[in-house]
């Protein structure tokens, strides 16, 4: 058996196929719930929220305790900074997550009708898409996702530190909220995506790129590393 940094071939296969699906569950269902039975109107947001959170939660319950379940690229990151994910675990993770977001919205195209997917609400990047409000300049796009990015870290950071170790079951019902309260916030405005593999799997299967596309890039990683960061200098004595 082949051992790499303290883990076999088949540990490091099994955490990117878990890493794989769970991002599957967070896309198909949160972007299921984007999707309108209807053509002249939207679902409501807090229906969208409800349904990202719970495919959050679902994602923890499953794969939580096999590869963390990061789900999102700077939670992998976050994980790296603080020491608790090796450098050569990270293409694993992030493959997984770009294939698994890839895979599920792939799924949703096939299975929606082309109209409940653009229409005229999305008439070109797509249902759950990234989407930048009209009204709002680049900057400011820029920094809600980094905002929202920095608490979504915050929060993570907090759940791993080893003092609140005696509450880490309940950890998918604390992202969970989170989730649901930044949607609601920000989902009027940037689409609250504070996750580059969400981006990523609409982006590609719908060739949406557009010139604002990197906020949803930088605003989440420049967050994650800001909130680490933070977390690291301020209050990291026992992680």
Same mark, same amino acid.
Request: hydrophobic residues 50%.
């Given at each position: 058996?082949?051992?790499?940094?303290?883990?076999?071939?088949?540990?490091?296969?099994?955490?990117?196929?878990?890493?794989?699906?769970?991002?599957?569950?967070?896309?198909?269902?949160?972007?299921?719930?984007?999707?309108?039975?209807?053509?002249?109107?939207?679902?409501?947001?807090?229906?969208?929220?409800?349904?990202?959170?719970? /495919?959050?939660?679902? *994602? @923890? %319950?499953?794969?939580?305790?096999?590869?963390?379940?990061? $789900?999102?690229?700077? !939670?992998?990151?976050?994980?790296?900074?603080?020491?608790?994910?090796?450098?050569?675990?990270?293409?694993?993770?992030?493959?997984?997550?770009?294939?698994?977001?890839?895979?599920?919205?792939?799924?949703?195209?096939?299975?929606?009708?082309?109209?409940?997917?653009?229409?005229?609400?999305?008439?070109?990047?797509?249902?759950?898409?990234?989407?930048?409000?009209?009204?709002?300049?680049? /900057?400011?796009?820029? *920094? @809600? %996702?980094?905002?929202?990015?920095?608490?979504?870290?915050? $929060?993570?950071?907090? !759940?791993?530190?080893?003092?609140?170790?005696?509450?880490?079951?309940?950890?998918?019902?604390?992202?969970?909220?989170?989730?649901?309260?930044?949607?609601?916030?920000?989902?009027?405005?940037?689409?609250?995506?504070?996750?580059?593999?969400?981006?990523?799997?609409?982006?590609?299967?719908?060739?949406?790129?557009?010139?604002?596309?990197?906020?949803?890039?930088?605003?989440?990683?420049?967050?994650?590393?800001? *909130?680490?960061?933070?977390?690291?200098?301020?209050?990291?004595?026992?992680?």
């Amino acid at each position: 058996m082949i051992i790499i940094d303290g883990r076999s071939i088949q540990e490091r296969i099994t955490m990117y196929v878990a890493e794989f699906l769970a991002t599957f569950i967070l896309m198909y269902v949160g972007c299921m719930a984007c999707v309108s039975p209807s053509t002249t109107a939207l679902r409501h947001l807090l229906e969208v929220a409800f349904g990202f959170g719970c /495919a959050v939660a679902t *994602a @923890i %319950e499953c794969f939580g305790a096999i590869s963390g379940s990061h $789900i999102n690229p700077i !939670i992998t990151l976050a994980a790296f900074l603080l020491g608790k994910l090796p450098l050569v675990e990270i293409p694993g993770y992030l493959t997984g997550q770009f294939l698994g977001s890839t895979a599920a919205y792939g799924l949703i195209r096939i299975m929606m009708a082309e109209s409940l997917i653009f229409g005229k609400f999305y008439p070109d990047a797509g249902i759950c898409a990234k989407g930048l409000n009209p009204q709002l300049t680049t /900057a400011q796009g820029l *920094a @809600i %996702e980094t905002g929202i990015s920095f608490i979504l870290i915050l $929060i993570t950071c907090s !759940i791993v530190d080893s003092r609140n170790i005696m509450s880490m079951g309940t950890a998918g019902l604390k992202f969970a909220v989170t989730i649901f309260i930044l949607a609601i916030v920000a989902g009027p405005f940037t689409s609250c995506h504070m996750n580059p593999a969400r981006t990523f799997g609409p982006v590609v299967v719908n060739n949406a790129w557009k010139k604002n596309s990197w906020i949803y890039w930088a605003g989440p990683f420049g967050g994650s590393a800001l *909130a680490t960061i933070c977390y690291i200098i301020f209050f990291c004595d026992n992680m």
